[in-house]
């Protein structure tokens, strides 16, 4: 559970949202700040991307996915699992499918 | 909890889903992709036939907002993405629909009944939904 | 009257057909879930409904149609219905029989 801006936003015990609709900025700021990230542009344009592929393909991500679909959208540079390491601890895909506020990517056991 | 990296699986198994059901009648349509996008971002060689009623879960337009539904239609065009290129629809099976390869939202292989099984004999592992 | 549901492909059960066979003349079959797929112009059943067309009056759930992306390729003659229309048809009729 999360308190945003006075409004309680139901988490499943992942932390992942349990209503889809229940995403915000604020909530993503607040999701971010549980798993000590602080949120700046580079992290934003991740978290946009993940969005519009949930938007287009009904899932998020898994790992490898998601760096091909960074490098092609973001470039070479950013399409290395280094990169979204550097901004998303270990898990990437996982991280930042929960602070997109999206389902858990299906590659995950 | 392991994530899957850039480098493919070590010993890939020729994987073989065969979905035979319409797609909002059962959960069995959406277990089966969610199984093949696991397969294929673990590395295996993932192939895909859809068979019988499962032709439709491939046909365009699918909006099931109405019935309160997830359009999972739409992941089937992320299966390129995720390196599964290898999607085969039976022949008879859309034929008998009234169907045909224009009307699927994804690029797919016709092939013949005769076809499929010797397809299956190939494969290390066949699931079925 | 009975109106009648069918709620299964006819590709993948008996339910059509044993409705139609035991449907009275004059009674109301709505096709719904799965049995939307029965409305399909292009089909081995599509003979079947064309001649049963005249003896009932046949319904189509238009959500169950537009869920499976085939609103566009039914039977001209079988009427869409939407959730109120199908409540307005259980209330009309004396029973309801559900083939599944």
Known sequence: MLLVEGKTINTDKEGYLKNLQDWSEAVAEAIAQQEQISLTDPHWEIIWLMRDFYQQFEIAPAMRVLVKTVGQQLGKEKGRSIYLMSLFHESPAKLASKIAGLPKPTNCL | MTETTEQPAVNPKKLLFLNRKAPYGSSLPREALDAVLMASAFGQQVTLVFLGDGVFQLKTQQDPSEIEMKNFSKTFAALELYGVSSIFVEQSSLQKRGLTLDQLLIPAKLIQSHELTELLEEQDQVMSF | ?100
């Open chain 3, 1 to 100: 009257m009975i109106l009648h549901t069918v709620n299964r492909s006819p590709f993948d059960t008996n339910c059509l057909n044993d409705c139609l066979e035991m449907a009275a003349a004059g009674s109301s079959i709505i096709l719904i879930e799965d049995g939307v797929y029965a409305a399909l112009s292009k089909t081995q059943f599509t003979d079947q409904m064309l001649a049963a067309l005249p003896k009932h009056n046949f319904y189509v759930l238009r959500p169950d149609l537009q869920a499976r992306g085939i609103q566009d390729c039914i039977i001209d003659e079988i009427e869409a219905v939407d959730y109120s229309g199908f409540v307005t048809l259980c209330t009309e009729l004396d029973k309801v029989v559900s083939w599944y």
